[in-house]
């Protein structure tokens, strides 16, 4: 047999996770099979395990694909910006947005959220994902902080528990565009939810 061309391992490799993205939203983590995933790709399991070892390496590949918003920007030094609660709007309603702009990145955090379960096989990625969500969580405390030091907020806020209600309140919004299908989950209401909280949190010049 031959060995198949760069480019063409590539393609295939894109189009069985095209296909393990689909059976996974369709079906859930658990009741997905490489068999299932075959049959919806038109390829056979030996092609799959050309390109991953296991079910759990294809998962991971999957998540791969799709970076979160809050990462980017964090790359970008968001630190740096002079208004720190403008940045961490920023970055929530970019993460929020994307749900709607990018179809994969609607698919994948739709599994990774309701379709999938967080012990077994899976226990190492949830890990993984924890603990990015806990750098994350430490970063927006920097920024909570720097905002209370520039009398941005309130002089009392406590920068821990900010970013810990901040990640919970966007979480929330999260499952409700994967969940809804309504006016209430829609860009520009989640948009304005958003805002709302913001406005909360910031202090105003009298």
Known sequence: MARPCKADSEQTRDKILDAAELMFLEHGYGKTSLEMIARAGGFTRGAIYWHFADKVSLFNAMLQRVKLPMERMFEQKIEQQTDPLAALYDMCHASLMQLYEDARHYRVHAILLTRCEQVGDLADLHQHDLDLHNRI???CEALFAKA???GLVAAELDEKRAAFALKAYVMG????VLREQSEQASAPMITLLLSDYFA???????
């Open 200 to 206: 909360q949190l910031r202090c105003h010049p009298r």
């Open 173 to 176: 919004l999260y499952l409700s």
């Open 148 to 150: 209370r030091d520039m």
């Open 137 to 139: 969580r430490l970063r």
